[in-house]
């Protein structure tokens, strides 16, 4: 029955971690930040794809913009999933987890 520091993350006497879904607000933070990492490799990536498909001989631009396009469902997932760790999560109350 140890009195805690309202910011503290860590409860002196137990050990328990402050956090959401049994894990701490900062591993929440670097994995939408790595979600953000994946969204944006995937746009590098999809230029580089589309360049690469209308650089072609028989290719137009349109088949590089369908190439790109193709990648675009997966880099709105990771950017939602992203956004959400970084936003949403801090935001949901903690609880005390062993």
Do not use: K
């Not at 995937?42 to 396009?69: E, K, N, P, Q, R």
């Amino acid at each position: 029955m140890t009195e805690i520091h309202d910011d503290a993350s860590i409860c002196p006497s137990c050990g328990a971690m402050r956090g959401v879904w049994g894990h701490p607000i900062g591993n929440w933070l670097r994995a939408g930040n790595f979600m953000f990492g994946i969204a944006a490799f995937l746009v590098v990536l999809g230029i580089a794809l589309g360049g690469w498909v209308s650089s072609g001989y028989a290719t137009t631009w349109f088949d590089g913009l369908i190439a790109f396009l193709f990648l675009v469902p997966f880099m709105l997932l990771f950017a939602a999933l992203g956004f959400a760790l970084r936003s949403i999560i801090p935001r949901l109350p903690q609880h005390w987890y062993r």
